[in-house]
């Protein structure tokens, strides 16, 4: 019984890692309809980020987050207004999904030479202390890190709802031509919600760097957990991807306890392939509903 | 008159095929074998994605599977024949293993569209490549040896630049017949519009499932080809990641859809690749992906649409229905 309430709490902490990396694609995917394969470039750039604040300035990851939020929003809004508008206008939506994707393989590319290929992790003091709850340990770093983002996405789920960006954001995603008619900027506000997803991907990048090891190739996993989180939850919602990323983290943290640790990978995708087939809009369905 | 021609030019290239490995040095040789097989690949592929427009991710799968149905055929049930012949029943039972895995795994796949359909079928790719390599029976982890066939003389590398160019030019005329039946107009009909191809009354399910098995059975035949040419393999030989998108990112750059644009889409890559840029392995992702990119944004319907557009506003002096068609 022990055993399976350790394992729920890692699946749960894993999870909430999972969900904030996952957010910022779930609102391109659902706002502008582009399944952006640079994605795990950004977490990754997020966590290199860390990585160079922390070993060259001492600066904590967790702090990080805003430097690196920043200037992966400009990296987004850039990226998105020019290469990515460019594919869309000139080909077509599905082949944006390639272009992100060369992206990718250059940025990758980019990264390996500039940092190479050994595997990095980021230590804060408060590395290697763990709390205990009656029987169940956790470590500090992941319950900083669950912290961390459930924070992050509380306050994209509150500037979503709340905000005249967050409603803008929404009337583009429902319906791009009565939002241009009632005055929007739809291109900015494309340019802005990625710029947006970027940020969150780099934010996420800085916590994932106290987490886990990454490379430069682990960017290919991040994207693919972030379409997994995406179909498993729903799009474009901060709470698609929550329901998404804590269910992947209880799939990832049962099959590595009670199957086997090498075959997370196939259950993440059996259970990708099946829910597919059955649901494919996600336990939350399509946060912006039929209008696309 | 014109087919006589295009029939000639295909005659001159295959006989030029025939005894160019006399000339060229085995590493030439080898870097044409590649290309042959890469093409061959790329062709199969577009069968399926070009034709009917489902882009599988996860084409590799086949590869893979081909390649350990055939090593453990030969396990089981001893090599069939002798000398070069000792290939063939195995690959083809790879081949018809293939084409069973397909047909049973289209029927729910093939619901899925675009991107959902791209995904899930490198989710089957991951979960296949994932269960060889941890069931112990598949000996994916361990690694599976393929006994090379006995050639009294001739260089394997000759030995398997012939087969796997005699696969390439099997898959262009299957390519070829496909395209020109109903079969092929029909998988044009559900790549420009599905919902209104089945309102007119074409199968749309049964030619995609043919479609899809047709493909994946020419991947499997080439994955074991492929296998018989590496002689040790391990999971990771074969489930690649990379195999599965050159073939997409070949057939993208030479032209999707079209019969010969994968073959000149893999022609301009590998000799980019594997003849310009041989010395710096590093970049090799960064110039792939710079090439994906660019085309993208300067000619989206690759080199052969780029020409087709190009051919079109020279003979009516406009470029607008060039862009419209692409």
Known sequence: MNLFLQTTLNGLVLGGIYSLAAVGFSLVFGVLGIVNLTHGIFVIAGAYGALVLFTKLGIDPLLAIIPIGAVLFAVGYAYQRTIIQWAISRASLVASLVV??????????????????????ITPTYSFSSLTLGDLRIDLVRIVALGASLVLLSVLALVLARTHFGRAIRATAQQPLAAELSGLNTRNLHGLTFGLGAAMAGASGAIIGIVQPFTATSEVAWTLNAFIVVVLGGIGSP??????????????????????????????????VLMLLVRPNGLLGNAFGESR | MKQGAALAAAAAVVIAALVLPMWIGPFYTRVLQLFFFSAALAVAWNILGGFSGYWSFGHTVFIGMGAFAAAHFVQQAGPFGSGPWAILVPVLFAGVLCGVFAAIIAYPILRLRGIYFAIAMLGVSQVVGELVNNVSWFQGGVGVFLPPPALDGMAPEDFFYYVFGGLLLLCVIIAMMVRKSRFGHALLSIREDEETAMM?????????????????MLVGVLGAVYAYSVGYFTTYTVFRLDFSLNMIVFCLIGGIGTLFGPIIGTAIMLFITQVLLSRFLDIHLLITGAMVVVIILLMPGGVIGALRAWRQSRATGKDREAEART
């Open chain 1, 100 to 121: 992100t994707f060369g992206v990718a393989m250059m940025a990758r590319n980019v990264l390996q030479i500039v940092f190479g290929p050994d595997v990095h992790t």
């Open chain 1, 239 to 272: 709470a698609g991807a929550l329901v998404g990323g804590l269910l992947l983290g209880l799939i990832n943290a049962y099959t590595a306890q009670y199957v086997g640790p090498a075959l997370t990978q196939a259950a993440m995708f059996l259970v990708l």
């Open chain 2, 200 to 216: 007119l009354g074409v199968a749309t399910e049964r030619y995609k499932i043919a479609a899809f098995v047709l493909s994946a």
